[in-house]
């Protein structure tokens, strides 16, 4: 999940956990901003809902990904994050598609038919390698400028799209927010009952805990479904059709290396360096953006309240109800496609 950051952890959890399930509504215009919207039913979309599944060689990966709607529509990226896959987006592709836009949603390094094109490249999951990935993808399928939406890890690409490449960004959405790392804050001790909702990391940080998720992944990701959505009644289809994509040869080594990478206790890359330092003074984004949060995530996220002076641009925060908890995309579509929708047309 990559509800963890924000300008750093200790900046945004601590109001989090306070208001925990209930984040403020926050408007640029100083406009509180509410849109309902209840969880999809259980198997309303389908695979070929996605569009055509494609490959293309993009930077260090062969990047599988789902391609929907005109050639020519204006170009949209969904980005999905952990433990979830391309499959959150499936209700959310068709209303975009319908909507006239071209809907690409990749798997991230780690996920489904996406694989490293050398067996040496190390298996890296840091927060600005995942963004620019993204961005070498745009390059292969020759997308200039696109929105970019997301949730988890996607939400966190999204942020860092928009601060590190802005040209390159026409918008984004982003569910929890403003969730851009910061490994120095990440030092400091939050309180037992914020540090509590952090266990799985803490899990992620020993030998025990990589060989368990190796082993259990499957177990363990539903887990974490229910734990930070408890009122989507997902079926066992609907989960299956996702947890296919950690099947991928690289997807722990991703996930535990992505968790122990925030904690300091696996290093980065080199060629990185430049980047994180940028990313760790928590700068301002200027695109457009519509934030959202779901009135039943269980996961940690930051308060609306906090992370809004973190939005310079044409800005709004929407506070999605209906028992909408962390896979806001696939438990409120509609919402999740209005935002994109709308941070078009600013």
Same mark, same amino acid.
């Given at each position: 999940m990559s509800h963890n950051i924000g300008c750093g952890r200790r900046c945004f959890l601590g109001a989090a956990m306070a208001a925990f399930g209930v984040p403020g509504l926050v408007a640029r215009s100083g406009q509180s901003e509410r849109q309902t919207a209840a969880p999809a039913i259980n198997g309303a979309g389908s695979s070929e809902a996605l569009g055509t599944l494609k490959e293309v060689a993009a930077g260090l990966l062969n990047v599988g990904y789902a391609?929907?709607?005109?050639?020519?529509?204006? $170009?949209?990226?969904?980005?999905?994050?952990? $433990?979830y896959d391309i499959h959150s987006f499936v209700d959310v592709v068709p209303l975009l598609a319908s909507a006239g #836009?071209?809907?690409?949603? $990749? #798997?991230?390094?780690? #996920?489904?038919?996406t694989r490293f094109l050398s067996s040496t490249t190390s298996r890296n999951g840091q927060q600005s390698a995942l963004a620019l990935d993204v961005i070498a993808f745009m390059d292969a399928v020759g997308i200039e400028k696109a929105v970019v939406a997301g949730f988890d890890w996607g939400a966190r690409t999204a942020n860092i799209m928009a601060v590190l490449w802005p040209e390159r960004c026409k918008g984004i959405v982003a569910v929890s927010g403003y969730l851009i790392g910061n490994r120095e804050a990440n030092r400091q001790p939050l309180t037992p009952q914020a540090e509590y909702a952090w266990w799985y990391q803490y899990y992620f940080a020993t030998e025990r805990g990589e060989r368990g998720y190796g082993e259990h992944r499957r177990d363990f990701s539903k887990l974490i479904w229910r734990l930070a959505s408890p009122r989507?009644?997902?079926? @066992?289809?609907?989960? @299956?059709?996702?947890?296919?994509?950690?099947?991928?040869?690289?997807?722990?080594r991703i996930v535990i290396h992505n968790y122990r990478w925030r904690l300091e206790l696996e290093a980065g890359e080199p060629q990185y360096d430049r980047l994180e330092a940028v990313l760790a003074k928590a700068p301002i984004i200027s695109v457009p953006a519509v934030t959202l949060q779901g009135d039943a995530d269980g996961a940690p996220h930051p308060d609306s309240r906090v992370y809004a002076k973190k939005f310079s641009g044409p800005y709004v925060h929407r506070f999605v109800t209906g028992g909408v908890g962390h896979n806001l995309p696939q438990e409120a579509p509609r919402a999740f496609a209005d935002a994109v929708i709308d941070v078009d047309r600013w």
């Open positions: 391609d929907a709607g005109p050639s020519n529509g204006r $170009p949209v990226i969904l980005l999905h994050g952990w $433990p #836009y071209r809907v690409i949603t $990749p #798997y991230l390094r780690g #996920y489904g038919t989507w009644q997902f079926d @066992e289809a609907t989960f @299956e059709r996702a947890a296919r994509s950690f099947d991928n040869p690289d997807h722990v």
